[in-house]
């Protein structure tokens, strides 16, 4: 394995006798993208002013491709390969997109030479790239004035980039973007990762979805956990940290709620009928006491989410009992809306991942259209008696495990 492109061991930052990082160990390999979340005030902006230089830790050592930061300036870490992009872009209004991206190419850093030097070929080119790059080509022309706020942060990605990095740190860059202009820095970044190592600070949960490989949690100054994205989102201790209490649901149940989410999010959107069906559900399975069941219905509110792997965690629920109430939950799911071509295509994938006896699965069906050919007749008369009709919450409820 190659040595580790950047190694903090035992870092601790006091201000006042407050810790900012507290014996905090990381390290990444070259050409990682590596993902820093964590609560606020758990050390990420800190993190980020160690290895450039801008604070001074109190003990513990940075290394940079195995060269000691400590006492260097800010302005010579950069030049050994570390930038940085801050939250609010930071761009040369009154400059064109491309003259901001030919003043981050000039290697020779004096206001002589930036004032009087001309593009050389090579820099043309290279600036030609950086536009398509950051898909701003269209625009090259334009004052950076004139850019949405999504445009400007590529742009000062791209500036970033044209100095030539090995380390590229990128703080927090979809704050305040549209979904779309979210998907498109993501996008970049994941393109940049196959020549450069990045570490993003970010808050938007479904943006770290989209481009994390390896995720890193920070809480009170130290490293909480590692892993992958899925592994951190079923980890109690992350759940603990970013709810404020502990869960009063098992990783192992963990799982179960996120594939059955998985099923409700099939179509693209979360009605409040598949809400409540999976509300309901979970609650009577992982509890027999209605005032805990509606305890948790509150607190599991806060743990869907969308765009989950059925690869990754379906593999994850090891007994049949497990996979029966995986299979339960998500007929119900699909089935309490409304069974369309997007929900019958992941229920069919979800199908083969949990790989049940064929029987197992053809009598759990029967008995929930059962359920809901029981209920049709009472929706029936109340509509025909203009009264409100019956809730699928109100269906009989699933055998509690």
């Not at 980039?161 to 590229?168: K, N």
């Not at 379906?314 to 069974?339: A, D, F, H, K, M």
């Not at 009598?363 to 009264?387: F, K, L, N, R």
Request: aromatic share 4%.
């Amino acid at each position: 394995m190659a040595a580790p492109i950047l190694e903090i061991e035992n870092l601790t930052v006091s201000f006042d006798g407050f810790k900012a990082l507290n014996n905090l160990t990381f390290a990444m390999q070259p050409g990682e993208l590596r993902v820093i979340i964590g609560p606020n005030g758990a050390g990420k902006t800190t993190f980020l002013d160690i290895i450039t230089g801008k604070v001074q830790p109190t003990s513990g050592t940075v290394r940079f491709k195995g060269k000691d930061l400590r006492k260097i300036p800010e302005h010579q870490i950069s030049r050994l390969g570390i930038g940085r992009k801050f939250q609010t872009p930071r761009v040369y209004l009154n400059l064109t997109v491309r003259e901001n991206l030919d003043l981050a190419t000039n290697r020779r850093k004096n206001v002589l030479a930036t004032l009087l030097r001309k593009p050389t070929g090579g820099d043309r080119q290279t600036i030609i790239r950086l536009l398509e790059t950051i898909s701003l080509s269209s625009k090259a022309d334009f004052p950076a004035n004139l850019l949405s706020h999504g445009e400007k942060q590529r742009l000062e990605i791209g500036m970033l980039v044209a100095q030539s990095p090995d380390l590229l740190l990128v703080d927090e860059p979809v704050a305040g973007l549209t979904d779309e202009e979210t998907e498109r820095v993501g996008d970049l970044l994941i393109s940049l990762a196959q020549s450069h190592s990045i570490i993003v600070i970010e808050h938007d949960m479904e943006f770290v979805r989209q481009i994390a490989r390896q995720v890193t949690v920070l809480h009170q100054g130290s490293v909480l956990c590692e892993g992958t994205m899925d592994e951190i989102q079923d980890d109690p201790r992350v759940i603990e940290v970013y709810l404020g209490q502990a869960p009063t649901v098992t990783p192992d149940q963990m799982r179960i709620l996120r594939i059955a989410a998985a099923m409700a999010w099939a179509d693209g959107n979360f009605a409040p009928e598949q809400m409540r069906v999976i509300l309901n559900r979970l609650s009577q399975q992982f509890s027999n006491d209605p005032a805990h069941q509606a305890e948790l219905r509150e607190e599991l509110k806060n743990y869907l989410g969308k765009e989950i792997s059925l690869e990754t965690l379906v593999p994850q629920i090891t007994t049949e009992e497990e996979r029966e109430t995986v299979l339960r939950l998500s007929y119900e799911i699909i089935r309490s809306n409304r069974i369309n071509e997007a929900g019958t295509v992941v229920y069919q994938k979800l199908l083969e991942f949990l790989n049940l006896p064929p029987a197992m699965v053809q009598t759990i069906e029967a008995e929930i259209e059962a359920q809901y050919a029981e209920v049709a007749p009472v929706q029936d008369m109340a509509s025909s008696q203009d009264t409100p009709p019956v809730e699928t919450e109100d269906l009989p409820p699933s055998e509690t495990r």
